[in-house]
């Protein structure tokens, strides 16, 4: 007997980086596939021990159900920070999610009916595009460059298609690593206000930045219609499960019931016991010693990208995040660029799951927050020497036919 599953989960593509996961958890392989954090980062004693004080002073506030818009210290922390950032956030237009990921979804289940178009840029992050698949929605992308999404093609792409709502990374995009240039979003945002179209900013790399001065956010510029979501996964430990999205009050609460019809609420213990840490912790600190280290590692793999890539591969240069985005020489196939590298024992990721519309099969996407820098220059070596034997192979056969 088969069993009936919804139109809407019919058209949602599976995460090619979970699948590839699977595969790079062999012990011999380096992986640079995953967008993980560095373990060695996460502050385990000390959330340890907020876990273990909000248990000892609260535990009846701290196990019992919580309201759906989240701990109100929570909010009030992340409506400072956000304000910081020029953004006019209170504890009333903050809602805390279960990661950012579960923002993505309930900003689009509360904004996009069946047939809605959404803007994204190619490529974009995938779990976003199978959050908006579920609604049944198309996804329209426009592409993007070193210097973001390129936003002088959204006037246009938005009198054709009438999106309903932007999806944008402007911090370090997942998967380029590029930044959105300051007048690009400026750009974005007067399009955007004039158009009258809702723009979600996903940031979660934006406290990763590890060069150069920090960009205003979109939510700074195009207030009333962003939706802007950040997380802790990046910057205390993913396994928290902890974010947050601030946004036009009105629709906040249209979003607070969709999340109650959803989980409640995000786990009392885990808001309770951040808040707990962030009364103690230096969490500006420890953003700079992760910050310093991942600077560390971009950089090694950069020096390295650099003595051990055949000519014709060109790589970005991120100023933060967890990725850089490697452009193959011509001839290569990033699929066959991954098997061949697994055979070297080292995994990347394919570029091509990223894309939105036709194939394209000349990328890679390269994680360096977790692996060390040793792991990276022997990672980036192995992967070279893939890249060199597959282009020697490829001339090969070419002469073999002449
Ligand atoms: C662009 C982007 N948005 C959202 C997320 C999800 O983050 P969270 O762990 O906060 O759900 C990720 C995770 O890698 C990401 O890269």
Redesign the pocket.
């Known amino acids: 007997m088969t069993i009936h599953t919804a139109r809407r989960m019919q058209g949602m593509p599976a995460s090619a980086v979970r699948e590839i996961l699977k595969v790079a958890e062999r012990p011999d392989v380096l992986s640079f596939a995953g ?1 993980l954090p560095a373990p060695e980062l996460f502050p385990a004693r000390e959330l340890g021990q907020a876990f273990e004080a909000v248990l000892r002073k609260s535990p009846g506030a701290a196990l019992q159900y919580g309201i759906t818009e989240g701990f109100l210290p929570l909010r009030a922390w992340v409506a400072d920070r956000l304000r910081a950032r020029g953004i006019a956030a209170t504890p009333e237009s903050v809602v805390v999610v279960s ?4 923002g ?1 979804d309930l900003t689009a289940r509360v904004l996009l009916d069946p047939g809605a178009t959404v803007l994204v840029e190619n490529p974009s ?1 995938l ?2 595009l199978q959050a908006f698949t579920a609604y049944e929605v198309d996804v329209v992308a426009l592409p993007g460059d070193s210097d973001g999404l390129r936003t002088d093609l959204l006037e246009d792409a938005i009198r054709e298609h009438q999106p309903a709502l932007i999806y944008v ?1 402007p911090e370090f ?2 998967p380029r690593g590029a930044t959105l240039a300051s007048h690009r979003r400026h750009e974005l945002a007067a399009v955007a206000l004039r158009h009258g179209v809702p723009v979600l900013e ?1 940031d ?2 934006g406290a990763l930045r590890f060069r150069g001065t920090p960009s205003t956010p979109v939510a700074a510029l195009a207030g009333d219609l962003t939706f802007h ?1 950040g ?1 802790f ?1 990046k910057t205390l430990a ?1 396994g928290l ?1 902890l ?1 947050w999205v601030h946004g036009p009050r009105p629709v906040m609460r249209t979003l607070t019931i969709a999340k109650q019809a959803c989980d409640l609420h995000t786990a009392t213990l885990t808001q309770h016991a951040v808040v707990e840490l962030l009364r103690s912790f230096d969490y500006d600190a420890h953003l700079e010693v992760i910050r310093a280290e991942y600077r560390l590692r971009c950089e090694a793999m950069l020096r390295t990208l650099e003595h051990t890539m055949p000519p014709g591969t060109r790589w970005s240069t991120p100023d933060g995040g967890l990725f850089l985005w490697l452009e193959l020489p011509p001839g290569l196939r990033d699929d066959e660029v991954f098997h061949a590298a697994i055979e070297h024992s080292v995994a990347v990721v394919p570029g091509n799951g990223f894309f939105v519309g036709p194939p394209q099969h000349g990328f890679l996407r390269l994680n360096f927050s977790n692996q060390s820098v040793e792991n990276i220059e022997l990672g980036m070596a192995r992967l070279g020497r893939t890249l060199h034997e597959l282009l020697a192979r490829s001339s090969a056969d070419a002469m073999g036919i002449q």
């Open positions: 967008g990661g950012s990921q579960q993505i992050y779990a976003a990374v995009q997942n996903d979660p790399y979501l997380t996964s993913p499960r974010g």
